[in-house]
Every structure is written in structure tokens, then in C-alpha cells.
């Protein structure tokens, strides 16, 4: 049978859809291709070679294993599982070792990896996963001759324990490499550094049958100075259970294990997380109380037990991805909506911006603004979650209305060092809870009873963070009546009010001098896209007045742009502190930015008089590539500090005419609402992984997740990708493909069908669950356009107009929704 790698040109592996996978067919991926393991608080990063760590809740204050990143070579240390048979020594999961193996694949799937290897007739799989509601890594080994003779497999499992606070870890070693403990117990080996004093929690590698050996020594395993990819341990098959007092604390077990030919065995090893009363931390002197490790360890000591576990996690993604699946003549859509999109909407959900191979898990706790963003992608999943997420996040609101840009997830308190003042926080909340209302019907949330800054003798409703939210923009306009930018917008590196010529200071938490004069633009349109967001919840709810005296402030900023931001051909991004403006045809560079264009298209503004089509034919005609649509032309070619750091990236890379993924759904929606489908679908298939797959070399980054930034025409490789996994590209691009080009949205009403699709699209097929409802929906488009009149029958009678009325309706429906000029 023909490699399916093979038959689509894909270098580095191939999609699995039938099983919900990517397959990766080398070791040798251009950057380390990751999966997550967890969903709910215990989360784990696992690369196609089995590099990465895991943690509980909090990457940097609870970390359990050792990752260095940006390390030569790249995607050192993980869980290692080495195999030594006569004579010759190899890794399971294809590295650290480099031993060429004789076959070797990778299978990413929803919240498991598996890995297959075999190397003269032995052959190895292992499957990583965290279970359900589970603070630990199961790992199932399972080992098998295909040989004419009894071999004997060495073999020897491999972490390394993190000293629980990352950035200290890494940093304070005068006092971490005297403190390392770890206690064996069997074939469990137990990490407990710093557990006889403040902390109450330890971590625990099990493996379910009798050792060898073990070491727990790091190195008298690797040897001096020996990397992971040659152990003096494995090559000697020799282990002499090392006991670790300081330095650096590992776990190995070794195990002899002997196979008759045709043979197949198994071991599972559970790498877990577990957290003791004070009082009962202790069962001896210096013993530490196992109970906790025993019970979960017991869970998955048998290959059924693992094999349960297992099937619950697919089922359960399973039953949350079909939540929303779609039929459309376009194989790789359908790829992207139905499995890897809402995937990463997950993943990006529970970590924001913190965790992955570009985030180091130390620097960045839970965004404000992105995990708002977040929840657009994931409130048909699991609504729950979001209700929750967006209470934590009103939590760290000020008073003023006000946020704090990052809040840690171990405390949900705001994150002091960082601050606020990044102007465009606020109103986010809005749009996260306008979503969730509309996905859910669930109006309640507004009445929770929510502190400021987390302080409980200072309370007032959602609804009224929400107010406060509206009315920090009002407080906060410059000359021209544009909101005042603050530290910066949705762009970070944007830094109006810094004028840094230190290069030690923090773009992003440096101010000089009153920041009363520089706008933004963007916000401006994100005020009047989220500000009528609002005045329409105080309609719902009763509020008229408020509503009215709410609108006229968004209608003000509506005309405000119209007068001060438009620039003739497309809206300015800002005015700097000097009052200059940035984003315009006056400039010598950075003459058009893409964010003032979508979000003031996507708030209306100018679709009434042109000005929108206006913009978005100046989106494609200067900011256009193959690849993605550029952040900003031309790109900056040398530092202004009025600017901040954005000018201080090379041309092609990051905000500096970087294709900055997050913000290309911005104009696939504005390009929707145009009823520009075909120019819809381009801009938002020119990001999306599953149609990139010809490009792995150049692309680079994962071929299954969208990745934050693409390199623009200015830079050396165009197209190159850097920072996948985390990046709010994937809750947009999926707000997008949902609810503009299939048309599906959520609305306080009931379920809104009004699509823009391909013309050549006459067919498709959408399954949706919606407030107890499931509905099979099959777009018609006999006319072969892109946007048009709805008519909609529900089970064959006729309704009037494009809302499914949700209280009409429980059980299973069939909507027929037809086009027409």
C-alpha cells in the first residue's frame, strides 16, 4: 500500500481524519510538532519525539518536569522510554537517541500521542494521555518480537523533575542544587524537594511491575557529561539505584523484559500529581504519606484499566466535536472547522497565552484581552467553562473599569508586575459575554455578584463590570474624541507613550509623562462594534435608558471616526503623542495598518457610504500575499521611539509587516459582511493549516494549528511561520468560518442562518446543537452566489424569516435554508 504521505506531496506526514489524527512519518519534523495532553487543570506538552513537560494549573509555580527551551539540540527532555536489545540501544519515540529506526511514526490525536517504533524486529508503541479528571500522564508501553527468537528488552524510562517553580528552577541554582529529595518505594519513585517545609503536594513515576533497577540521579544515568541521546545507564544496561540528595532529580526505571517470538507485552507508567492535608502529609519521619500516589497509580495498573480510560477520552471528544461538524464540497474546510480548528480552540482556551514551545509557561499568566477573545472559539463546547472564565476574568476588573492585562491561573488574582492600562482590555468582556448569552440563552450571568481586583469587600454585578467597562473608553478619549490608547491596544508593540531608548526597559510596562494625547483607531472601532454589543444586552434586559444613553456615546464615536480616521483611501491607525497621525498616506511608513480596517469594517463603519469596500480594496491592495494578509505597509526600517516596538523588528517579521494571523479573520468577517465571499474564503484559507500542507518546509511550524505570526514579503522567507498553538487565530478563524461564511450564529433570538459562501458551493451540510436542540442544516445555493435571501424550512413547513426560534424547538430538526438573489 502507498504511503498517503507519498500521494499528497506532504514531506513530514499526513492527516488521519477518520481517526481525528495527524500522522508525523519522521522524527526529523523542520521544529518540534507538539500535541496537548489534559483538559482540566492537569495539561501536559508532548512534541512528536515525546519532548515537553507537564504541570498542574500553573506552568511556572507548578511545574513537574524539566524542558529547556531554545536549546541546541532542539526539544531536549521529555518522557523517554529506552530500548536496549542485543547490543544496540534506541528510543521509542525515535529521539533522543539518534539510532535510525526502521520504522517510526508519531499519531497526534484529541488529547493523546502515540508513538510507534521498531528497530531489528522489535517493536515498540506507546500511548501518552492524561484521563479525564486526572492529575497524571499515563504512559502505555507495549513491546513485541517479530522475531523467530526469545529476545530479552532492556528497558529504561526517563524524566526529570522540575523543582515545582520554573523560573526559579532555572535561575537560583546556589540553592537548587542543594535541595533535590526523592524517596522509592517499590517501583514508584517519589519527588518531594522542598515538601518538608511549605509545600503540601508532591509528584510520583510509577510503572506497574517489578524493576530491575532505577536510578534517580541524573548523573550517574546520563554519565558526565552525556547528553539524553547517549546514557550511560542504557548503554551499559546497568542501573545502581542512585538515591538523589541535591543536584538534579530524575526518574528512571529499568525493567528486563523477555518476549518469545510473536510475544507482545506491556507496561503502563503514570507520572503523577498529588496534593496532602497538612496534618496528613507524613506517615513516618521524613516518609511521605503515599496513599494518594497509591490510589492513583492503581487506577491504570492493568492494560484494561488503561484501555477504559482511554476510550472515555475519546469519547468524550468525540461527543464535544460533533457539536458543530459541517459537509462542504472543500475536504480541507471541513478538516479545519470539524476537528483541528475547534481542537486548538480548546487548547488555547485552557492555557491562553502560557504554556507551549514558544511560551515558556514563566512569563505570561492567563490575557485579559485573549482569554476574553478565547471564548468565542469554545462557548458551544463547553459552556460551563466559559461562564466561569469570564467571571475569573470580571474578577480582576478595576474599578475605574480598568483590567489587569494578565492574571495568574494558580491565584486568578491580577498580575501586578504587568499591570494595565492596555486600553482595548475592557470592552473584550463585553464581547465574551454578549457570545456566551447569545450561545446559551443564559442571562444569569450578568446578575453574579463579581469583586474588583479580587477584593471581596468591593462587589457589584457582571453586569455592572460590564458598565464600568463601556464607560473606561468614555473616560478615556484624547483630542480628536478617540479613545486613548494607553500603553498600547491589541498590538502590544504599538508603544505611543513609552519612548524607550533604554534597552533594558519593557516596551510594555514603561510610560513617560501624561498618555492623554495618543489614540487609537482601532479601539475606536472595537468601541463601536462592542458599545452597540452592549446597548443591545441593556435592551434585552430592560434597561432602555441606559441603552439610550449608551448609544449616543457609540454613535458619537461613529461619526468621530468618519471625521478624524479616515485617510481616503482606508481608516489611519492612530495618533501618536505628538498628535501625529500613524497609518496614513502622510507617512513615510506604515502608511495602512490592517486593524483600524477590520474591526471599523466589522463595527459598520462606513458600509453605508463605501468607505468600508473602500478599505478593504486598500487591505488587498497593499497588504495581500500569498501567504496571509501583512500587518502593516510599509514595514518600519529603522527605530521610532514615538512608535515603540514594533519598529524595532525586522522588516517581514512579527507586528512589523509580519502577517500577524489573529487579526486576518478581522477581514474574512468585514469581506463576509461585504458579501465577498470568494475574497472571504481566500483570506481565510491563505492562514489555515490544512491548506498549507504543500509548504511544510517553508511553513514549518505545526501543519495541524494555526501559529501567530507568518513572515511577510519583507522578510528573508516569506511565509515562514513562528509561535503555533497559542494565538487567538484559532477562536477567530473559527468565529469566522462559522458564523460569517457558513452563516450559523448564535443571536439572543435564536440561531441566525445567513452565510456568505463560495458560488460554487450548492450544497452543504451543517449538524449544530443549540439550548437543547440539534439541527441538521443543508445550505442550498442554486443560483450560485455568495450572499443572498434566506428562506428556511424547519422539518418541511415554511417559517418566516432566517432565526430558529430555540423555544420552539428541542429534539432533532432538519432546517433546509435556500439562496437567492
Request: proline residues 4%.
Amino acid at each position: 500500500m502507498q504511503n498517503p504521505a507519498t500521494e499528497t506531496n506532504e514531506k513530514f506526514g499526513y492527516f488521519d481524519d477518520e481517526n481525528y489524527e495527524y500522522v508525523i512519518t519522521t522524527p526529523y519534523t523542520p521544529t518540534p510538532w507538539i500535541n496537548y495532553l489534559g483538559n482540566d487543570g492537569f495539561y501536559g506538552l508532548i512534541s512528536n519525539t515525546a519532548g515537553g513537560y507537564c504541570f498542574y494549573r500553573d506552568p511556572k509555580f507548578r511545574r513537574l518536569t524539566r524542558y529547556r527551551y531554545n536549546n541546541v539540540p532542539v526539544d531536549n527532555g521529555g518522557r523517554y522510554f529506552y530500548l536496549k536489545c542485543d547490543e544496540q540501544y534506541w528510543s521509542a519515540t525515535g529521539l533522543p537517541v539518534d539510532t535510525q529506526l526502521d520504522e517510526y511514526s508519531c499519531r497526534h490525536g484529541m488529547g493523546y500521542s502515540r508513538f510507534n517504533a521498531s528497530k531489528n524486529g522489535i517493536a515498540s508503541e506507546v500511548t501518552s494521555f492524561i484521563p479525564l479528571d486526572t492529575k497524571a500522564e499515563v504512559h502505555s508501553l507495549k513491546l513485541t518480537n517479530n522475531t523467530s527468537e526469545t529476545k530479552t528488552v532492556d528497558v529504561f524510562s526517563f524524566i526529570e523533575w522540575c523543582l515545582w517553580n520554573a523560573e526559579d528552577d532555572g535561575a537560583n541554582f546556589q540553592r537548587n542544587l542543594s535541595t533535590g529529595e526523592v524517596e522509592v518505594a517499590g517501583s514508584t519513585i517519589f519527588h518531594k524537594t522542598e515538601y518538608r517545609e511549605r509545600r503540601n503536594h508532591y509528584s510520583f513515576y510509577s510503572v506497574n511491575r517489578e524493576v530491575a533497577g532505577f536510578e534517580t540521579d541524573r548523573e550517574t544515568f546520563l554519565g558526565p557529561y552525556r547528553g539524553f541521546d547517549r546514557p550511560v545507564a542504557v548503554e551499559s544496561g546497568v542501573t545502581k539505584n542512585s538515591l538523589a540528595r541535591g543536584w538534579s532529580p530524575i526518574a528512571s526505571h529499568h525493567l528486563k523484559v523477555e518476549l518469545a517470538p510473536g510475544e507482545s507485552q506491556s507496561l503502563v507508567f503514570v507520572l503523577g500529581y498529588c496534593e496532602v492535608e497538612p496534618e496528613n502529609k507524613w506517615s513516618g519521619l521524613n516518609v511521605i504519606n503515599k496513599a494518594p500516589a497509591e490510589a492513583l497509580s492503581s487506577r491504570f495498573d492493568t492494560d484494561e484499566k488503561v484501555a477504559a480510560e482511554l476510550k472515555k477520552l475519546n469519547d468524550y471528544w468525540f461527543n464535544l466535536l460533533s457539536k458543530f461538524t459541517v459537509e462542504s464540497p472543500d475536504d480541507k474546510f471541513n478538516r479545519a472547522v470539524n476537528i483541528w480548528n475547534q481542537y486548538q480552540n480548546m487548547v488555547t482556551f485552557n492555557l491562553s497565552r502560557s504554556a507551549s514551545f514558544y511560551e515558556s509557561g514563566i512569563g505570561r499568566g492567563m490575557g485579559f484581552r485573549d482569554s476574553n477573545q478565547d471564548t468565542i472559539g469554545f462557548a458551544h463546547m463547553v459552556p460551563e467553562k466559559v461562564k466561569e472564565r469570564i467571571l475569573d476574568l470580571s474578577a480582576t476588573q478595576k474599578t475605574d473599569g480598568s483590567a489587569y492585562h494578565q492574571y495568574q491561573p494558580l491565584t486568578k488574582k491580577g498580575n501586578a508586575n504587568i499591570g494595565g492600562n492596555f486600553n482595548d482590555d475592557p470592552m473584550w468582556m463585553v464581547l465574551s459575554t454578549a457570545n456566551y448569552i447569545k450561545e446559551t440563552g443564559d442571562f444569569s450571568i450578568l446578575d453574579e455578584v463579581v469583586p474588583f481586583d479580587s477584593d471581596l469587600d468591593n462587589t457589584a454585578t457582571h453586569f455592572e463590570h460590564l458598565n464600568r467597562a463601556f464607560n473606561h473608553v468614555v473616560n478615556n478619549l484624547g483630542p480628536h474624541g478617540l479613545p486613548l490608547i494607553g500603553r498600547a491596544d491589541w498590538n502590544d508593540c504599538l508603544n505611543l507613550n513609552c519612548f524607550s531608548e533604554d534597552p533594558n526597559e519593557s516596551y510594555q510596562t514603561t510610560q513617560r509623562g501624561a498618555s492623554d494625547i495618543a489614540e487609537s483607531v482601532m479601539i475606536a472601532g472595537q468601541f463601536v462594534l462592542y458599545g452597540q454589543e452592549f446597548v443591545d444586552l441593556c435592551k434585552k434586559i430592560g434597561k432602555d435608558e441606559l441603552a439610550a444613553s449608551c448609544l449616543q456615546h457609540v454613535e458619537l464615536m461613529r461619526e468621530t471616526v468618519k471625521q478624524h480616521a479616515w485617510d481616503g483611501a482606508w481608516f489611519i491607525r492612530a495618533y501618536n503623542a505628538k498628535g501625529e497621525k500613524i497609518g496614513s498616506n502622510e507617512n513615510t511608513e506604515g502608511k495602512i495598518f490592517i486593524e483600524s480596517q477590520g474591526f471599523c469594517a466589522m463595527a459598520g463603519i462606513g458600509l453605508d457610504d463605501g468607505k468600508a469596500l473602500q478599505a478593504m480594496n486598500s487591505v488587498e491592495e497593499h497588504l495581500s500575499t500569498d501567504f496571509g494578509i501583512m500587518l502593516n505597509q510599509p514595514a518600519y526600517t529603522s527605530y521610532d521611539k514615538y512608535i515603540g516596538e514594533i519598529t524595532s523588528y525586522p522588516p517581514g517579521y512579527k507586528e512589523n509587516a509580519g502577517i500577524f494571523c489573529h487579526n486576518n479573520p478581522w477581514i474574512t468577517i468585514s469581506e463576509a459582511m461585504l458579501g465577498r465571499g470568494e475574497k472571504a474564503y481566500e483570506y481565510y484559507s491563505k492562514i489555515t493549516p490544512a491548506f498549507l500542507q504543500d509548504v511544510q518546509d517553508l511553513h514549518k511550524t505545526e501543519p495541524y494549528v494555526y501559529s501567530q505570526m507568518i513572515a511577510g514579503a519583507d522578510a528573508e522567507h516569506p511565509g515562514e511561520a513562528k509561535n503555533s498553538w497559542l494565538t487567538g487565530t484559532a477562536a477567530w478563524n473559527y468565529y469566522a468560518a462559522t458564523q460569517y461564511i457558513l452563516g450559523i450564529k448564535p443571536t439572543y433570538e435564536g440561531l441566525s442562518i445567513d452565510p456568505c459562501i463560495l458560488p460554487a458551493w450548492d450544497n452543504v451540510k451543517i449538524n449544530r446543537e443549540f439550548r437543547g436542540a440539534r439541527y441538521e442544516i443543508t445550505l442550498r445555493n442554486p443560483q450560485g452566489i455568495s450572499k443572498g435571501a434566506i428562506s428556511l424550512t424547519v422539518d418541511g413547513q415554511e417559517i418566516v424569516g432566517n432565526v430558529i426560534d430555540p423555544i420552539a424547538y428541542s429534539g432533532s430538526h432538519k432546517i433546509v435554508a435556500t439562496l437567492s438573489k
